[in-house]
């Protein structure tokens, strides 16, 4: 009884916190963290996604919509180019799917069929491929002839580095080859668009052509003067880059190569093809 008189006013005042909170109906619930949560099929929303996803069905706006989070479509088996930076992000374009990287049927053929998107979209997707090979195979050629550097390595990574022409670097910059601004970069422009640091600096080129006369450029510097010894094979080639550091991707030189041999660029090697 000494502690309860003692006590009497913390007691009240527990006694009041209680009734008030009995009262007022308030509920008390305690989560216990799951390892393994479910995903809830409502939980993936087309909101904000653009109106054309709608057509596409919910299979493809999730592999989607997974995509963003990660380096379009970095998830769909690591085949893709373009992700939510603004290195490699898609530019403006009338494109029906800009989202999906141009480059994704080329490295994996099936997955338009495999995610049921419509047929207009993948003739879209590949039309824009083929269109820049038509269009850079005569300058690729060309500078096969004048550096030595196969047409076919020089397309597929012009194709993989601007997502066919679409990235904001090639559309802004006529950059198609990720080339970076020099130590000294005297009398060139360059642009910071993101990539390792917001320090990189990227070349801004006058026209693609002059992107393409700076690779051959750089491909014929000291750090890739052996890979001429590997002649017009592409493999060789593809796998030389990536040892010498072209790109971090440690997938580089096969999607060069996949690239390749799926478009059949090897044949733009052929003297007088």
Same mark, same amino acid.
């Given at each position: 009884?000494?502690?309860?008189?003692?006590?009497? %006013?913390?007691?009240?005042?527990? #006694? /009041?916190?209680?009734?008030?909170?009995?009262?007022?109906?308030?509920?008390?619930?305690?989560?216990?963290?799951?390892?393994?949560?479910?995903?809830?099929?409502?939980?993936?929303?087309?909101?904000?996604?653009? #109106?054309?996803?709608?057509?596409?069905?919910?299979?493809?706006?999730?592999?989607?919509?997974?995509?963003?989070?990660?380096?379009?479509?970095?998830?769909?088996?690591?085949?893709?180019?373009?992700?939510?930076?603004?290195?490699?992000?898609? #530019?403006?374009?009338?494109?029906?799917?800009?989202?999906?990287?141009?480059?994704?049927?080329?490295?994996?053929?099936?997955?338009?069929?495999? =995610?049921?998107?419509?047929?207009? %979209?993948?003739?879209?997707?590949?039309?824009?491929?083929?269109?820049?090979?038509?269009?850079?195979?005569? %300058?690729?050629?060309?500078?096969?002839?004048?550096?030595?550097?196969?047409?076919?390595?020089?397309?597929?990574?012009?194709?993989?580095?601007?997502?066919?022409?679409?990235?904001? /670097?090639?559309?802004?910059?006529?950059?198609?080859?990720? %080339?970076?601004?020099? #130590?000294?970069?005297?009398?060139?422009?360059?642009?910071?668009?993101?990539?390792?640091?917001?320090?990189?600096?990227?070349?801004?080129?006058?026209?693609?052509?002059?992107?393409?006369?700076?690779?051959?450029?750089?491909?014929?510097?000291?750090?890739?003067? =052996?890979?001429?010894?590997?002649?017009?094979?592409?493999?060789?080639?593809?796998?030389?880059?990536?040892?010498?550091?072209?790109?971090?991707?440690?997938?580089?030189?096969?999607?060069?190569?996949?690239?390749?041999?799926?478009?059949?660029?090897?044949?733009?090697?052929?003297?007088?093809?």
């Amino acid at each position: 009884m000494d502690y309860a008189v003692h006590y009497s %006013i913390e007691i009240l005042l527990i #006694a /009041l916190i209680i009734y008030l909170c009995v009262s007022r109906g308030v509920a008390v619930r305690v989560d216990v963290h799951d390892p393994n949560p479910t995903v809830r099929q409502e939980s993936v929303s087309e909101a904000g996604l653009g #109106a054309w996803f709608s057509t596409i069905g919910r299979r493809a706006v999730a592999s989607l919509t997974d995509h963003r989070e990660s380096n379009v479509i970095r998830s769909l088996d690591s085949d893709a180019v373009s992700g939510p930076d603004e290195f490699t992000s898609v #530019a403006l374009t009338d494109d029906p799917a800009p989202h999906i990287s141009n480059l994704t049927l080329v490295l994996s053929p099936d997955y338009g069929e495999r =995610k049921k998107l419509p047929r207009h %979209i993948i003739q879209a997707k590949r039309s824009r491929v083929s269109n820049y090979v038509e269009r850079y195979a005569p %300058i690729a050629r060309r500078e096969m002839r004048d550096h030595g550097i196969p047409a076919s390595i020089t397309l597929a990574q012009g194709l993989l580095e601007s997502n066919a022409g679409d990235s904001k /670097l090639a559309v802004n910059s006529n950059n198609h080859f990720g %080339i970076k601004c020099r #130590a000294k970069c005297l009398g060139c422009t360059c642009r910071n668009y993101g990539d390792d640091t917001r320090y990189d600096m990227f070349r801004v080129f006058g026209s693609v052509e002059e992107s393409f006369q700076e690779h051959s450029t750089l491909l014929n510097s000291s750090r890739y003067a =052996k890979l001429k010894a590997h002649g017009t094979d592409y493999s060789k080639w593809a796998h030389g880059l990536k040892a010498c550091g072209y790109a971090t991707d440690r997938r580089y030189a096969q999607k060069l190569i996949t690239i390749i041999e799926n478009l059949q660029l090897d044949r733009f090697d052929v003297a007088g093809a």
